[in-house]
Every structure is written in structure tokens, then in C-alpha cells.
């Protein structure tokens, strides 16, 4: 069962995402620069440079069309109240994009008539619009991409190669690579190649042995070097990682209205920051009615769902709140939209999001819809496919009078 989206509410999330995405960037590029923000204190300066994502080696760094999150996922809900909230922004190395693609291509093959007899917007440009702003990215007239994977034990690893695949590029593994004359070269068949863009799968700490985790068997060693001459880009670039921390997640709405100078078109979730001594009162008094997370937590670990959460459970992570709140903030726990699932005993609703793909390059592209994520336990409100998610194909109506 798909999930419809009409055009008049598509329209609002692409215009309002596409806002955020653009603020975001302007965020990244300030803060490993002039820094402005902080100094207007509209966020503590500690909150970005203490942070555990934020990478000195990057500052002073110009990168091309000053984007650092060429391609970025963003989590929204929607509420009993209609409204769209944004529920984080993932701008390292947002993943699932496949199964967006796939989901699509199963539906067509099943339901070919349901193509023909509503005006479904395509999401199949996908691949060809991430190629050519992975090509905006460098300055290069003709550049080689390949996408990097860290290898196929990687739970992603299907999605590497079948965007590699996709989009008619090589891909590549750390031992496919290597330094020469301040260049990044791939080993072919034919002799070396050189290689301009590397659209990686791994984490900053990964990339470069003699710069970041001396252990990383995935990483270039001297890739950090060449990187920050411009002998190669990156995408993502390297310390675009503090820009998704649940920690500075609540100060995107100010980023918005510092950079831009609009006033937000999608809302953020209330969010109490417990680093806060006021905040951390209120959560301690209310965890059985909210959402908390580790701010650098991810895949839906390290979380309790306050209202399906155990005696026992709030109790934990009480003591783990008290033990350390910076690592933590909380969330109202917000009444999902569902929609209707098959599973074991039929078809019933379940709680679902939504995550569109950004992609900034010399200009921003997105295909409509994205990835709906559904949480297959009845009353579940957890939709991570760690978790036991699903998935589900999103068809957004070019026109109203499809729905």
C-alpha cells in the first residue's frame, strides 16, 4: 500500500526543505569560516566547536559552490494537527535512497494501470540528477566520480553499488585508491585514473589513517591533505556532521532566519535541550509523555519512547540523564499519521514518516516524495529499519483531483 501525498502538500514540504537544506549549508560554511552566528550568539559557540563532529581542519576551507551537504535526507512527521514537523536532518551519510527507488519500480511492475490512471509524479530521475550535482561539485569540465564504499559487509553495501551502478560509475574501495602528486588516482585495468569526485559511504573518522583513526582500514591514507588542497571533493564534505547533531537541531529555525532572512516554513518538534537546567527539570517531570535521544545517537538506538516505555526503563535513563545531560535532548511525543499496511493479520494502520532527498549542486533537485519509513509493530512509533521498520512506496499526485 502506497502512501499518497496530494501536489498542494508536496508543494509546501519542497519549498519549506529546500529552505532548510539552504540555511544548513550556509551554517556549514559560516561555522569553518568568519563563525558570525556564534558571534551574534544565537548559539553557544561551545555547542558547535566542543562538539565531537566539528573538524578543525576544515576551517578556512573553500569548497565549490560553498556546499558542504550535497546530499541530504530530512525526517519529517506528520501530525494529528495536518501539520508537516521536521524531525532531524541527516547531512553525513544519508542512506535508504535505494529503497525509495526500488519501491517504485516493484509498484509499477504490480499496479502498471494505477500509473496509467493517476498522475504520479516520477522519483526515477533520481540517479541522473545525483550524478550531475556530484559533477557541479568539482571544477573539472569532464570530472570521474566513483562512490566509495566502505565494504560489502556494510549493512548499506547494496545501496552503494546499486547507485554506483546506476548513475555509470566505478565503485571503489579504500585499496581501489591512492596518493600521487597531490592527486587521488584509481587503480583500473587500463593503468591509474584520475579521480576528481569521490561520493564516500564512510564517516569522516574512517577516511584517512594519518589523519583522523590511525586504525581505519577503510580510509586513503593522505586523502585529508589532497582534500583540503582541492585536489578532490567530497561529498559529503568532511565536518558536515555537527550540522545533524540532535544538539544543534533545535537552532535551525534561527540559521533560517540569520542566513536567509525568512521566517521558517516547517516547524521543528519542541525540543528541551536537558543540557539546560530548566529544560532538564521539565524532562525529568514528564518522561513518560516524551521522546528522549542521545544527540549524537542514530538508527533509533539509544532512545526512549516515553509513552510505551516500562517503569523500569524511565528509571534508567533517569540516572542517565542526571550521570550526563549534554548527551541528551527530548521531544514532545507527537500523534504520527499512519497509513494502511499489510501485515501478519491483514491490513492495519501503522505510524510512518517521511524522508525527501536533497541535492545541492550549482542549483537544488529533489525528487518528489522520498523514502516513507513504517513501523510494522502495531502502536510502534519507531520506524528505523534497525528497529524492524519498513518501507513504503510515496506517490505524490502532480494534481489535487488525483487523490
Same mark, same amino acid.
Given at each position: 500500500?502506497?502512501?499518497?501525498?496530494?501536489?498542494?502538500?508536496?508543494?509546501?514540504?519542497?519549498?519549506?526543505?529546500?529552505?532548510?537544506?539552504?540555511?544548513?549549508?550556509?551554517?556549514?560554511?559560516?561555522?569553518?569560516?568568519?563563525?558570525?552566528?556564534?558571534?551574534?550568539?544565537?548559539?553557544?559557540?561551545?555547542?558547535?566547536?566542543?562538539?565531537?563532529?566539528?573538524?578543525?581542519?576544515?576551517?578556512?576551507?573553500?569548497?565549490?559552490?560553498?556546499?558542504?551537504?550535497?546530499?541530504?535526507?530530512?525526517?519529517?512527521?506528520?501530525?494529528?494537527?495536518?501539520?508537516?514537523?521536521?524531525?532531524?536532518?541527516?547531512?553525513?551519510?544519508?542512506?535508504?535512497?535505494?529503497?525509495?527507488?526500488?519501491?517504485?519500480?516493484?509498484?509499477?511492475?504490480?499496479?502498471?494501470?494505477?500509473?496509467?490512471?493517476?498522475?504520479?509524479?516520477?522519483?526515477?530521475?533520481?540517479?541522473?540528477?545525483?550524478?550531475?550535482?556530484?559533477?557541479?561539485?568539482?571544477?573539472?569540465?569532464?570530472?570521474?566520480?566513483?562512490?566509495?564504499?566502505?565494504?560489502?559487509?556494510?549493512?548499506?553495501?547494496?545501496?552503494?553499488?546499486?547507485?554506483?551502478?546506476?548513475?555509470?560509475?566505478?565503485?571503489?574501495?579504500?585499496?581501489?585508491?591512492?596518493?600521487?602528486?597531490?592527486?587521488?588516482?584509481?587503480?583500473?585495468?587500463?593503468?591509474?585514473?584520475?579521480?576528481?569526485?569521490?561520493?564516500?559511504?564512510?564517516?569522516?573518522?574512517?577516511?584517512?589513517?594519518?589523519?583522523?583513526?590511525?586504525?581505519?582500514?577503510?580510509?586513503?591514507?593522505?586523502?585529508?591533505?589532497?582534500?583540503?588542497?582541492?585536489?578532490?571533493?567530497?561529498?559529503?564534505?568532511?565536518?558536515?556532521?555537527?550540522?545533524?547533531?540532535?544538539?544543534?537541531?533545535?537552532?535551525?529555525?534561527?540559521?533560517?532566519?540569520?542566513?536567509?532572512?525568512?521566517?521558517?516554513?516547517?516547524?521543528?518538534?519542541?525540543?528541551?535541550?536537558? !543540557?539546560?537546567?530548566?529544560?532538564?527539570? =521539565? &524532562? $525529568? +517531570?514528564?518522561? #513518560?509523555?516524551?521522546? /528522549?535521544?542521545?544527540?549524537?545517537?542514530?538508527?533509533?538506538?539509544?532512545?526512549?519512547?516515553?509513552?510505551?516505555?516500562?517503569?523500569?526503563?524511565?528509571?534508567?535513563?533517569?540516572?542517565?540523564?542526571?550521570?550526563?545531560?549534554?548527551?541528551?535532548?527530548?521531544?514532545?511525543?507527537?500523534?504520527?499519521?499512519?497509513?494502511?499496511?499489510?501485515?501478519?493479520?491483514?491490513?492495519?494502520? !501503522?505510524?510512518?514518516?517521511?524522508?525527501? =532527498? &536533497? $541535492? +545541492?549542486?550549482? #542549483?537544488?533537485?529533489? /525528487?518528489?516524495?522520498?523514502?516513507?519509513?513504517?513501523?510494522?509493530?502495531?502502536?510502534?512509533?519507531?520506524?528505523?529499519?534497525?528497529?524492524?521498520?519498513?518501507?513504503?512506496?510515496?506517490?505524490?499526485?502532480?494534481?489535487?483531483?488525483?487523490?
Amino acid at each position: 500500500m502506497p502512501r499518497i501525498i496530494p501536489a498542494g502538500e508536496w508543494q509546501r514540504i519542497d519549498r519549506g526543505i529546500r529552505q532548510r537544506v539552504k540555511a544548513l549549508n550556509a551554517f556549514l560554511y559560516d561555522i569553518y569560516h568568519e563563525q558570525n552566528i556564534l558571534r551574534a550568539g544565537l548559539i553557544p559557540a561551545e555547542q558547535v566547536l566542543a562538539n565531537e563532529q566539528y573538524q578543525p581542519c576544515m576551517q578556512g576551507i573553500n569548497l565549490p559552490n560553498n556546499t558542504y551537504a550535497h546530499i541530504t535526507g530530512v525526517d519529517m512527521v506528520r501530525n494529528n494537527d495536518g501539520q508537516y514537523y521536521v524531525l532531524e536532518d541527516n547531512l553525513r551519510t544519508p542512506s535508504g535512497v535505494s529503497y525509495m527507488l526500488e519501491n517504485r519500480k516493484m509498484m509499477m511492475r504490480l499496479y502498471p494501470e494505477m500509473f496509467e490512471q493517476h498522475h504520479i509524479a516520477p522519483v526515477e530521475r533520481y540517479p541522473s540528477y545525483l550524478l550531475q550535482t556530484l559533477r557541479e561539485s568539482s571544477l573539472v569540465d569532464d570530472p570521474c566520480v566513483v562512490v566509495m564504499t566502505p565494504g560489502r559487509f556494510n549493512s548499506a553495501y547494496f545501496e552503494h553499488s546499486f547507485l554506483a551502478q546506476q548513475m555509470g560509475v566505478e565503485l571503489v574501495e579504500s585499496a581501489d585508491l591512492f596518493i600521487k602528486n597531490g592527486a587521488v588516482y584509481m587503480r583500473t585495468t587500463e593503468g591509474p585514473r584520475r579521480v576528481d569526485v569521490i561520493y564516500r559511504r564512510i564517516d569522516d573518522t574512517w577516511l584517512d589513517p594519518l589523519a583522523f583513526r590511525a586504525d581505519s582500514m577503510l580510509g586513503v591514507p593522505g586523502l585529508l591533505s589532497v582534500y583540503r588542497a582541492g585536489g578532490v571533493v567530497l561529498a559529503n564534505a568532511i565536518g558536515t556532521g555537527v550540522a545533524d547533531d540532535k544538539s544543534i537541531y533545535p537552532y535551525v529555525p534561527e540559521m533560517i532566519r540569520f542566513y536567509l532572512g525568512e521566517q521558517p516554513i516547517l516547524s521543528n518538534i519542541p525540543t528541551w535541550q536537558c !543540557r539546560k537546567a530548566e529544560d532538564l527539570r =521539565y &524532562v $525529568l +517531570s514528564n518522561l #513518560e509523555l516524551m521522546v /528522549v535521544k542521545e544527540v549524537h545517537g542514530a538508527g533509533g538506538y539509544g532512545m526512549l519512547v516515553g509513552p510505551r516505555s516500562t517503569k523500569e526503563e524511565r528509571e534508567a535513563f533517569r540516572q542517565r540523564l542526571l550521570a550526563n545531560p549534554a548527551n541528551y535532548i527530548a521531544q514532545d511525543t507527537l500523534a504520527l499519521s499512519t497509513c494502511p499496511t499489510f501485515v501478519d493479520e491483514g491490513l492495519s494502520p !501503522r505510524h510512518i514518516d517521511l524522508r525527501p =532527498y &536533497v $541535492l +545541492s549542486g550549482q #542549483e537544488m533537485r529533489l /525528487v518528489p516524495g522520498g523514502l516513507t519509513r513504517v513501523a510494522l509493530t502495531e502502536g510502534a512509533l519507531v520506524v528505523n529499519s534497525s528497529q524492524g521498520g519498513g518501507t513504503k512506496d510515496t506517490w505524490v499526485m502532480e494534481d489535487d483531483a488525483s487523490c
